[in-house]
């Protein structure tokens, strides 16, 4: 299972191993910003021949999506003029099966919506054709599986995890081995699962450089990771030991950055029965979307780091 081609607004189309015109299950999806003219309805995507996949956007701010003989419209006012959105199409072996969201990025606002009866995804039907219109800004990307589309946490292949043995690779770990987790107890993995993301557009691989946060040497991670911060700016500022930041929070340009080198990575999530966090290196990432701990928003995250460097600094 892969993400099998990749298109972009401004380079070469990325092509893997392409699905069968039969395939069944399959994962589309395009990212952009819906244009600020409100003149004419405007195309999103195109592509091939009869029944080809088609996606536009109305003068009043609805998507409207037709595949294979079937058309759905959301709501007006579902992207609004300069909006940031992601499309994604998902169809299924069973007959008339599929799935269409939109998901407004900028307010963080997803609508779903009945897909089909149509047919199956193929290849041909998200092949652009010709010039894209205005909506389209960013990214599209084609799966022969059911795939998830950059909302989880997780680790890339080759992150070394603590464990009482030494370090490992986060991808050996399977239910029921033993880590350390971030209280420095010994911890057994409940669930963990592997995923092959695309990380463009609005879902960038986040690197956290070494030495910040105690690491050993630069991790990647998923936008929505979520880091352990400590410190006395964190109780200062918030009266707890600990809180919890996404990685795409901490982005500054200097210790964390974002990192859209490789358009596919493979990323791992880890469940610990504490509840815990893994530690790697000194630094201490939660290896899913869990725990009790606050979780701050970016600005609050910004606002520690600068604390953090202003107080080194004044340390010497």
């Given at each position: ?25 399959a ?95 193929r ?20 799966a ?39 209280a ?11 995923r ?14 070494a ?54 990575r ?51």
């Amino acid at each position: 299972m892969s993400w099998t081609a990749i298109w972009t607004d401004g380079g070469p189309v990325v092509a893997r191993a392409a699905p069968r015109d039969d395939a069944g299950d399959a994962t589309f999806l395009v990212e952009g910003r819906a244009s600020r003219s409100r003149a004419g309805p405007q195309t999103v995507w195109r592509g091939h021949g009869d029944g080809a996949l088609a996606l536009g956007r109305d003068p009043d701010g609805a998507i409207m999506v037709g595949h294979g003989g079937f058309a759905v419209r959301t709501d007006a006012g579902a992207v609004e003029p300069g909006d940031r959105f992601r499309l994604t199409y998902r169809t299924g072996r069973a007959a008339g099966a599929g799935v269409i969201e939109v998901k407004n990025l900028d307010r963080d606002v997803t609508l779903a919506l009945p897909a089909g009866p149509g047919r199956p995804l193929r290849l041909a039907d998200v092949t652009p054709r010709g010039a894209l219109g205005d909506g389209f800004a960013g990214l599209a990307a084609l799966a022969n599986h059911n795939a998830p589309c950059g909302d989880r946490a997780g680790l890339e292949t080759g992150t070394m995890v603590a464990t009482p043995a030494g370090e490992v690779a986060v991808e050996t770990l399977k239910p029921g081995a033993v880590v350390l987790d971030d209280a420095g107890r010994f911890a057994n993995v409940t669930a963990a699962e592997a995923r092959e993301a695309v990380t463009l557009g609005s879902m960038p691989a986040i690197r956290m450089r070494a030495p910040y946060f105690g690491l050993a040497t630069d991790l990647c991670l998923t936008h929505r990771t979520q880091v352990v911060l400590s410190g006395p700016e964190v109780e200062y500022t918030f009266g707890t030991e600990t809180v919890l930041a996404r990685a795409a929070d901490l982005v500054n340009g200097t210790s964390v950055l974002r990192d859209m080198t490789v358009p596919v990575r493979t990323f791992h999530r880890v469940e610990l029965a504490t509840g815990g966090c893994l530690r790697i290196g000194r630094a201490r990432i939660a290896g899913t979307e869990a725990g009790e701990r606050p979780v701050i928003d970016r600005a609050a995250a910004q606002s520690l780091l600068a604390m953090r460097r202003d107080s080194r600094a004044l340390i010497g």
